[in-house]
């Protein structure tokens, strides 16, 4: 009989600890990501050293997730002002304000991102005017992360699925069909040539300085995490999703990667904004697969706003019902409160949005990721050597 009930306990955890996997999934596959932008940018801009980061981004990414979701749900903080304000003890009047700055960059940055990712592809599709196309998106954004952090994680979720079934659908047939061009990159590549959109030189130094400040601005989004282990029973669970999180987002790069090498030398790269069309175009079943893609890319671009932004609205809600005496004064008025900071911060990242994709993947994306190495990588490594590990 207790075996029976130990199998069932199992079943009933592991859709969470996979949920909580694709929010971060979702989180990072969003957004420039999924335009191919950011692949760009960080990655096969800097060589043929493009096939090997992801193992060393992705591997940090699990790790420190990993830490920050188990010191949450031991800690009980469930936002990440409260997160912020136990972590950095003594120094959180510093510290904690100064994470709130990086958490606003980057609903200026990400957030923004994933509006422009989603505006540029509608408008290549239809032709409707961008800025018509961001408040499509800004409608949809709304809606989701209106009903809080059950609805955001089940809707991570079921997009995980779909985009991780859409990459394969999509990038799996143009790998094989492209190979030749794909093995004809990465040729040239490592003797020396670089891509149409680089500048860079090729060495191992500026590609591994690269992939770590990518990891830096993907640890920015940690804080996101921290409303999802108040459902979490069991610490297994936790281990569980740094695992599925490793596995599906470096599983999704790599094969972003080497679709992509295929377009790397192809001249209309240079004037794209959004690469991953051109990949498609060029490819096989272009007029099959490229609604598909576009779909996968704005379905990655809107979950990617939705948790930022379900993120900070959480830590405002929850700052402003923390000052109420009783639970029923907090009920009372909790979806309007909701409404209110979910439409301020998405139109923030709306009206950013408007500076265009690649503005915003190419200067802001930077920023974030040198302010989350000073508020998040730094006391994330001093807090693990002064504890031994043991607060978590």
Known sequence: MGKKKSLLVDKSRMPLAMGIAFVAFTTQFGGGFA???????????YGVWCLIMPILTQGLYSLFFWYGMRYAYKHKTYDYRSFSDSLYGKTRVVMSNLYEICYLIMI????????ATGGSTIETLFGIPYWLCTVIVAAFIFVIALFGTSVVRKCASTLSVL?????????????I?????ITESIGRMASGE???????????????????LYFFFQLASVSVMYQHMEPVTDVKQINRSAIGMFVCNFFAMELSIFGLLAVAFVADLATASV??????EQGVGAKILTPIISILIILGAISTAVNMISGIVTRCVNAVERRMKTDSDRKKGHLARNA????????????????????VVSKGYAYLGYAAFITLF??????????KGKEI
Do not use: R
């Open 194 to 212: 670089m891509t149409v959109l680089s500048e860079k030189n090729g060495h191992f130094g500026p590609a591994l300085y690269s992939a770590v």
């Open 108 to 115: 200026g940055t990400a957030s923004a991102a994933a509006f």
């Open 340 to 359: 209110v900071f979910t439409l301020i911060f998405t139109f923030l990242a709306f009206a950013i949005a408007q500076f265009g994709l690649m503005t």
């Open 177 to 181: 069909a492209q190979w030749d061009s």
């Open 35 to 45: 335009s191919g932008a950011q692949i760009y940018q960080y990655f096969i801009n």
């Open 163 to 175: 985009i991780i079934i859409g990459l394969i659908l999509v990038l799996v047939p143009n790998i």
């Open 275 to 280: 690469p991953m069309l051109i990949l498609v």
């Open 378 to 387: 730094i006391p994330f490594v001093i807090h693990a050597i002064a504890t």
